[in-house]
T-cell receptor, first 111, second 111 residues
Framework: DAMVIQNPRYQVTQFGKPVTLSCSQT?????MYWYQQKSSQAPKLLFH???????NEADTPDNFQSRRPNTSFCFLDIRSPGLGDAAMYLC??????????FGPGTRLTVL | DQQVKQNSPSLSVQEGRISILNCDYT??????FLWYKKYPAEGPTFLIS?????DKNEDGRFTVFLNKSAKHLSLHIVPSQPGDSAVYFC??????????FGQGTRLTINP
C-alpha cells in the first residue's frame, strides 16, 4: 500500500542533543511537509518542500532544519532541542494541488 | 489570528444518532476545505473534502456542507458508530497548498 512512513514513532532525546526525525513516502508526491503538534492544539506547519524547493514558515525557529535528499525522503533536524520542543511531529505529502496525507507521527520527548 | 475555528472542543453523541461538527473560517480566499480524523498517538487521517464551488459532498456516512456566505462548514456523520470516536480537525487552503487547521473537536460516541 502506498503510504507515508515516519521513523521512529517515539524518540527520546536530552536537552540540547541534536535529533533527526525521518519521513518516507511511496506515493511519489511532489510536496512534503513537516508539522509540529502539541497537545490539544492544531498542527502547526514548520516548512515544506515543493520538489527540491524549500519553503520555511516565518515563525519556524532556526533550531529546526530540514533536508530532502530525494523525492521519497525528508528529514527534520532539531539542532538543540529544548523542553518546549517536545511534541508530536507529523510528516505529510501531497501532489501539487491535492489533499495532504499524513504519516503516523513521531512523538518527541526532551529530558 | 485564528483563521479556522472549531468552537466546540468536545461533543458527545449517542450511537446511531447524527454527529454534527462545525467549523468557521474568516479568510474568504480559502477555496478548499478538508476534514481529518485523528486517533491518539496517530497522524491525522483524511476523511472528506469539499471545493468552494460546491456546497455539499457526500461519502458514505460522512457529508460535508459548505456555506460560503456564512463562512461555515460542517461535517455530518450518520449514523454515528463507536469507531467514530476521535478528534476531528477541519482545515482550509487557498490554492497554495498550505493548510490552516482548526483546533479540533473531540467526538465521543456513547453506546
Amino acid at each position: 500500500d502506498a503510504m507515508v512512513i515516519q521513523n521512529p514513532r517515539y524518540q527520546v532525546t536530552q536537552f540540547g542533543k541534536p535529533v533527526t526525525l525521518s519521513c518516507s513516502q511511496t506515493l511519489n508526491h511532489n510536496v512534503m511537509y513537516w508539522y509540529q503538534q502539541k497537545s490539544s492544539q492544531a498542527p502547526k506547519l514548520l516548512f515544506h518542500y515543493y520538489d527540491k524547493d524549500f519553503n520555511n514558515e516565518a515563525d519556524t525557529p532556526d533550531n529546526f532544519q530540514s533536508r530532502r535528499p530525494n523525492t521519497s525522503f525528508c528529514f527534520l533536524d532539531i539542532r538543540s532541542p529544548g523542553l518546549g520542543d517536545a511534541a508530536m511531529y507529523l510528516c505529510a505529502t501531497s501532489r501539487v494541488t491535492d489533499t495532504q496525507y499524513f504519516g503516523p507521527g513521531t512523538r518527541l520527548t526532551v529530558l | 489570528d485564528q483563521q479556522v475555528k472549531q468552537n466546540s472542543p468536545s461533543l458527545s453523541v449517542q450511537e446511531g444518532r447524527i454527529s454534527i461538527l462545525n467549523c468557521d473560517y474568516t479568510n474568504s480566499m480559502f477555496d478548499y476545505f478538508l476534514w481529518y480524523k485523528k486517533y491518539p498517538a496517530e497522524g491525522p487521517t483524511f476523511l472528506i473534502s469539499i471545493s468552494s464551488i460546491k456546497d455539499k459532498n457526500e461519502d458514505g456516512r460522512f457529508t460535508v456542507f459548505l456555506n460560503k456566505s456564512a463562512k461555515h462548514l460542517s461535517l455530518h456523520i450518520v449514523p454515528s458508530q463507536p469507531g467514530d470516536s476521535a478528534v476531528y480537525f477541519c482545515a482550509a487552503s487557498s490554492g497554495a497548498q498550505k493548510l490552516v487547521f482548526g483546533q479540533g473537536t473531540r467526538l465521543t460516541i456513547n453506546p
